[in-house]
């Protein structure tokens, strides 16, 4: 099922440099995981620091060798992802941990947000859109796939939105990223929606951010509908 197309191999002499974004991978099923790594393994721009059946060690494994993003698969034998996510960041609070999974229920979906996860995406036959996600995780963004993302705006309208919002004072432009940021875009497409380059869509994420006290793109989605801004 998830047999994917490895791209041009890099020399494994290769050095890593510090333009490449160094990745770690937990993923219990052996298939998906040799395939997956080997994919990543030999795409431009990413550097696999090892991957691994299981997240029992993945504090020291983190700690020892700092990736920039770490791939987590949700359920896995021993201790779920959520739970080693949270151990992580309780470890290393920078962490940016992007959550794989072949589930879309709302309890895993709201666990995921609230332990921290910088990204959720749906696992899929298509290795491309992991390069994507990584990236858009490194950049300091996030990755929603759009069904998950579709989920934590119905799951925050109807169950934690405050009556009485807080006034945020958002720019048209920031406004237009926030509501794209909340239909599970990428930072590609906003781009693309709103007419401004991939850079200017990080710079507004920025302010984003800054605005609304906020690290990462999930957290910015349940802000924003929580205090009504898009």
């Known amino acids: 099922m998830y047999a994917f197309a490895t791209p041009r191999l890099r020399n494994p002499t290769i050095r890593i440099n510090q333009d490449m974004i160094r990745v770690i991978l937990f993923e219990d099923n052996n298939n998906l995981r040799e ?57 290393v609070p920078d962490a940016k941990i992007l959550i794989q999974t072949v589930f879309e229920a709302d309890d895993k979906v709201f666990q995921a947000i609230c332990g921290g996860a910088s990204g959720y995406i749906i696992k899929t036959t298509d290795p491309e859109k992991y390069v994507q996600a990584i990236k858009e995780v490194n ?8 069904s998950i993302a579709a989920k934590v705006v119905k799951m925050f309208q109807s169950k934690f939105v405050k009556d009485q919002p807080t006034f945020i004072e958002l720019t048209n432009r920031e406004k237009d990223v926030l509501g794209c940021l909340t239909k599970g ?46």
């Open 35 to 91: 395939s997956l790594s080997l994919y990543l393994a030999g795409s431009d721009g990413i550097f696999m620091l090892g991957s691994y059946p299981d997240a029992r060690e993945a504090v020291k494994i983190v700690r020892q060798q700092k990736p920039d993003v770490v791939l987590m698969d949700i359920e896995m034998p021993h201790l779920s992802g959520i739970q080693a996510m949270i151990n992580i960041r309780q470890a």
């Open 139 to 146: 950049d300091g963004g996030s990755h929603l796939s759009p």
């Open 185 to 230: 875009l990428s930072y590609k497409m906003i781009a693309d929606t709103c007419g401004i380059s991939y850079s200017t869509v990080n710079t507004h994420m920025k302010h984003i951010y800054e605005k609304l006290h906020v690290n990462s793109a999930p957290e910015a989605v349940v802000k924003a509908i929580e205090m009504r801004l898009v």
